[in-house]
């Protein structure tokens, strides 16, 4: 009897044991099979993140793709059958005859003294108003803040007839000063919003210490505060910078064409070589190229100064 209740008990210990072993190798392969669905969502997360951002490169690297191998194909034709990556016999025609043949450095010249004098002015007078903004509570200044943002609502293209008839009385019709007062008047507002923004995370106790070491305001802000600002001044400067490089419409407003169409900027060039009847696309695309460069290398000179964290650990307490 007593072999019998051994036997039966340890009978029953083997299938418990049976039964444990069974459950956890269940529970291991549920774990596994969680494990890989896991990792093969993660990993598909992954490979769609990377196929978005390559289709999205594809669409911002072909425009550019285009107009290099129509500026390199030697024909003045935009479209064309041929399926290559390059043109067949890729030839530097079009380079040499729009800077030979073309006022293209006149137009690059023109374009470059009017974005440096808008950004010059536009940074000198935007950077001293948003530091008093940020800095003073001047009586109506909420006003001024909400006002400025109300006139950066409204286009420019507005204020066309206002903008010829004060260039008129000034005599600055046809002239380049022209064309930077008006840019220089419209990258006011915005470059002001975009300082102040910054000034207003700088710590006020960076420019009292200064103050309590003898500094003179002056000298705090040019300084102590002005430098920590390099990256909003980098950005409002690239902005207003672009800004006036691309832009047409106010252009042509007030630049009328010479004989030989030296005085233009490089937007209103480019289009003046459109014909009535036919576009020459070769010497079009090669001017584009070549007039990219510029700001391109501004660009690459600029990135040295977008820094963040430079206040960091200045203010202790």
């Known amino acids: 009897m007593s072999e019998q209740i051994m036997k039966a008990s340890t009978s029953g210990e083997a299938v418990a044991t049976q039964a444990q072993v069974g459950k956890r190798v269940t529970e291991r ?8 669905w896991r990792r093969f969502l993660s990993g598909l997360g992954t490979a769609l993140i990377y196929l978005f951002l390559a289709v999205m490169t594809i669409f911002a690297l072909f ?20 399926l290559k990556l390059l043109p067949a016999n890729p030839t530097l025609d079009n380079y040499v005859y729009s800077i030979t043949q073309l006022p293209l450095l006149n137009w690059i010249a023109n374009t470059f003294f009017i974005c440096a004098m808008t950004t010059l002015i ?21 006003i001024g803040l909400n006002l400025l943002l ?41 470059a002001c919003w975009n300082m102040k923004g910054y000034f207003d995370t700088l710590p006020v106790e960076l420019d009292q210490a200064a103050l309590i070491d003898g500094a003179t305001p002056t000298q705090a802000f040019l300084r102590v505060t002005l430098p920590l600002a390099a990256p909003a001044l980098a950005a409002s400067a690239l902005f207003i910078f672009i800004g006036g ?21 490089f937007v209103l060039g480019l289009y003046a070589l459109q014909g009535d009847f036919r576009t020459p696309w070769g010497y079009f695309a090669a001017s584009s190229v070549v007039i990219s460069v510029p700001l391109i290398l501004l660009f690459l000179y600029m ?12 203010v202790k307490g």
């Open 29 to 36: 392969e549920n774990i596994r099979v969680i494990t890989f």
């Open 63 to 82: 425009p550019i793709y285009y107009v290099i191998q129509a500026s390199l194909a030697g024909a003045q034709n935009l479209y064309t059958t041929d």
């Open 122 to 142: 536009g940074l000198t007078f935007s950077v001293s108003g948003a530091y008093a903004l940020a800095r003073f509570r001047l009586r109506g200044r909420e």
């Open 150 to 190: 109300a006139i950066q609502a409204f286009p420019g293209l507005l204020a066309l007839t206002a903008y010829y008839i004060l260039l008129t009385d000034l005599g600055l019709i046809n002239n380049l000063v022209g064309l930077v007062v008006i840019y220089a008047g419209g990258s006011l507002v915005f």
């Open 245 to 265: 490089w691309n832009e047409y419409a106010l252009a042509n407003l007030v630049l009328n064409s010479n004989p030989t169409g030296s005085n233009l900027t």
């Open 303 to 314: 990135q040295r100064f977008f820094q963040s964290g430079l206040t960091i650990g200045s």
